[in-house]
């Protein structure tokens, strides 16, 4: 079974600084690689996607994320923060084929001073 | 609108009494998901189905049961049985050639 590790549990940053959250993920196969976003009071939305070809995705409200094939890594980035980006993130996967749900790491809580 | 409907947002029930989340759908998805979320753990897989009249467990099925009988519908119900029951209950659905998943709202779920 795949498994997804988000190693930074809070982070706390001032507007303006730079953004690097890990992931990394366990599983051998074909897997696609998503970051989810929930800000406060909403519901969970995709950040950015990733199923083949550069492996350097573009999302949304500049958000980035590079798969790391090697390292088993989908790290997203983001090189200034606004304190709007104050929200919970989660890492997902899931596998190309057989069982297609979501499996997702345990998320890393974001919180950005003004 | 499109989008997933759960109702309600809030629930709380007494301890022992099984109760039943509810999750509607409009966007003609195929696959159809419920998730628990508790504070440090993230998301983690009830039960799942990929076609109407199918379901399968997920990763923490147990004290929990679930019914496909529409497309657009997929109730889920926590039973007495589950001994940690108080959580935030999400659920999605997906289409067959994309895999993205598409969320509702949540419902809190609070036992006493």
């Known amino acids: 079974a795949q498994s997804v590790s988000q190693h930074n549990h809070h982070v706390i940053l001032s507007e303006a600084a730079s953004l690097e959250l890990g992931c990394n993920y366990s599983?051998?196969?074909?897997?696609?690689l998503f970051w989810y976003v929930q800000y406060p009071g909403q519901h969970l939305q995709l950040l950015l996607k990733?199923?083949?070809?550069?492996?350097l995705v573009k999302g949304i409200k500049g958000f980035e994320a590079e798969f790391i094939k090697s390292k088993f890594s989908f790290n997203l980035r983001k090189p200034s923060v606004q304190w709007s980006d104050t929200a919970e993130y989660f890492c997902?996967?899931?596998?190309?084929?057989?069982?297609?749900?979501?499996?997702f790491g345990s998320g890393t809580r974001l919180q950005v001073q003004p | 609108d499109g989008g997933i409907t759960q109702s309600p947002k809030y629930l709380f029930r007494k301890e022992g009494q099984n109760v039943t989340l509810s999750c509607e759908q409009n966007?003609?998805?195929?696959?159809m998901y419920w998730y628990r979320q508790d504070p440090g753990q993230g998301l983690r897989l009830i039960y799942y189905?990929?076609?109407?009249?199918?379901?399968q467990k997920g990763d923490i099925a147990e004290g929990y049961s679930v019914s496909r009988e529409k497309k657009e519908s997929f109730p889920l119900t926590v039973t007495s049985a589950q001994k940690n029951p108080t959580a935030f209950y999400l659920c999605?659905?997906?289409?067959?050639?994309?895999?993205?998943?598409?969320f509702g709202q949540g419902t809190r779920l609070t036992v006493v």
């Open positions: 999605a659905s997906s289409s067959t050639g994309a895999t993205e998943a598409f």
């Open positions: 599983y051998g196969g074909t897997v696609n």
């Open positions: 990733y199923f083949s070809g550069d492996p």
């Open positions: 966007l003609n998805h195929d696959a």
């Open positions: 189905s990929q076609i109407v009249n199918d379901f």
């Open positions: 997902a996967v899931n596998r190309d084929t057989g069982r297609r749900a979501l499996t």
